[in-house]
């Protein structure tokens, strides 16, 4: 399916979202207005280079992630 070009001033409905996840991203869903997905890691030492990665990647984005 081809997605169309993105206007800075459009908003993407739930299903439109969904779709698109499905799509491209199947491991990310949409819940409660979030995308967001889920990770296991082998404990707290793989979830402390997890969570620093994600860190530097948004930083380099200037996007903030909210992790949990």
Not at 10 to 29: F, G, I, M, N, Q
Not at 36 to 64: C, D, M, P, Q
């Amino acid at each position: 399916m081809g997605w169309r070009e993105c206007n800075h001033e459009e908003t993407y409905s739930d299903a439109e979202v969904e779709a698109r996840l499905k799509e491209e991203l199947p491991h990310w869903y949409l819940e409660n207005g979030w995308i967001r997905r889920k990770y296991k890691t082998s404990g707290w030492k793989g979830t402390l280079i997890v969570v620093n990665t994600v860190g530097h990647l948004a930083e380099a984005a200037f996007h903030h992630p909210d992790l949990t």
